[in-house]
């Protein structure tokens, strides 16, 4: 697979547990931002999205936590599998045509 | 299915010598983009276009063009690849901008020695 990241901050989670992934955002007029999964070998994809006129969002086994106050996100996992194994990605909108993505968080689930 | 097709998978290349990656996506979508990701630097924009004929610079244009003739096709140039240009390469592609998300498609490692 491709490696997208050496020396990539790492969350080791059981199986089972939760987990919570975290993202600081740079601008504080970004208001639309987005978590992205990324396995090996293989492109981002969209998880879930939040806009700023919220604060939290929930998907199906995933939610989005929103902190404008500290500009922080966090993307939480409930009952972790070993198919979240995976590198996160938080993107922030700065304007209409952009996203900015952060270096991303890997995910290693162990049994 | 809809998907963004990016080709080739992988490409080793030699300085100088030019080449295009195709990025072909099949769900009508205004807005496509080109980002390079590389370790340490997370996924940085190269150019976008916000419809046919029209195209934009991202964060790291230099050494790279693109053209949008059409809807589907987003084509990445490198007219005289350099070793710094070696990467992994994404298309994506959006209904209409940024704030509707992106659909990335599978990548291209490019290695050009």
């Known amino acids: 697979g491709e490696s997208v990241g050496l020396h990539l901050p790492t969350l080791s989670v059981q199986e089972g547990d939760n987990s919570i992934i975290n993202c600081a955002y740079s601008n504080s007029a970004s208001d639309y931002f987005i978590w992205y999964k990324q396995e090996s070998g293989k492109g981002p994809q969209f998880i879930i999205d939040i806009r700023s006129n919220m604060d939290k969002r929930q998907g199906q086994r995933v939610t989005v936590l929103l902190n404008k106050t500290v500009k922080h996100l966090s993307l939480q996992i409930a009952a972790t599998q070993p198919g979240d194994s995976a590198v996160y990605f938080c993107?922030?909108?700065?304007?209409?045509?952009?996203?900015?993505f952060g270096t991303g968080t890997r995910l290693q689930v162990f049994p | 299915e809809a998907q963004v097709t990016q080709n080739p998978r992988y490409l080793i290349t030699v300085t100088g010598k030019k080449l295009t990656v195709t990025c072909s996506q099949n769900?009508?979508?205004?807005?496509m983009s080109w980002y390079r990701q590389d370790p340490g630097l997370g996924l940085r924009q190269i150019y976008y276009?916000?419809?046919?004929?029209?195209?934009d610079k991202g964060d790291v244009p230099e050494g790279y063009k693109v053209s949008r003739k059409e809807k589907r096709n987003f084509p990445l140039i490198l007219e005289s690849p350099s070793p710094n240009q070696t990467s992994l390469y994404f298309c994506?592609?959006?209904?209409?901008?940024?704030?509707?998300?992106?659909?990335f498609g599978s990548g291209t490692r490019l290695t050009v020695v």
């Open positions: 994506a592609s959006s209904l209409r901008g940024s704030r509707y998300g992106y659909t």
């Open positions: 769900m009508n979508h205004e807005y």
């Open positions: 276009s916000m419809n046919v004929e029209v195209t």
């Open positions: 993107a922030e909108n700065i304007n209409t045509d952009k996203l900015i």
